[in-house]
């Protein structure tokens, strides 16, 4: 994200395919709002390392994003996609879509609040 026309789900799918949870959370600010279906929602970046360790560990191999829009407005930018979620084998075991905001922190857009649903 070190420009304006960076889409960070680039770097998210591939920190998640590695399991790099660590570097995929660093994607977010500090007191980000994460909203996962069936949850509550929460805050900080320990919680989407945690959220998202535990969609690869419960089978979620890989995420195939689409980045429908993205936005930057200023201090701000918007990200609307849709995804796949995939087995090892590449078979689709599910399909969603998100809304992303971010926001502008030294110079870099990063991940602030964070809604998905499954389809």
Not at 16 to 23: L, P
Not at 94 to 118: E, P, R, S
């Amino acid at each position: 994200m070190s420009d304006e026309k960076s889409i960070p789900s680039v770097k998210f799918a591939k920190f998640y395919e590695s399991s790099d949870m660590k570097s995929l959370s660093e994607l977010y600010t500090e007191d980000c709002k994460m909203m996962a279906p069936g949850m509550e929602s929460t805050i900080g970046r320990k919680a989407v390392e945690e959220l998202f360790a535990g969609m690869k560990t419960n089978g979620i191999a890989k995420l195939d994003v689409k980045t429908e829009e993205f936005v930057v407005n200023g201090e701000y930018a918007y990200e609307v996609a849709n995804f796949k979620q995939l087995k090892e084998d590449g078979t689709c075991i599910g399909t969603g879509k998100y809304l992303t905001v971010l926001k502008k922190v030294d110079g870099l857009y990063y991940y602030h609040a964070d809604i998905f649903n499954l389809n």
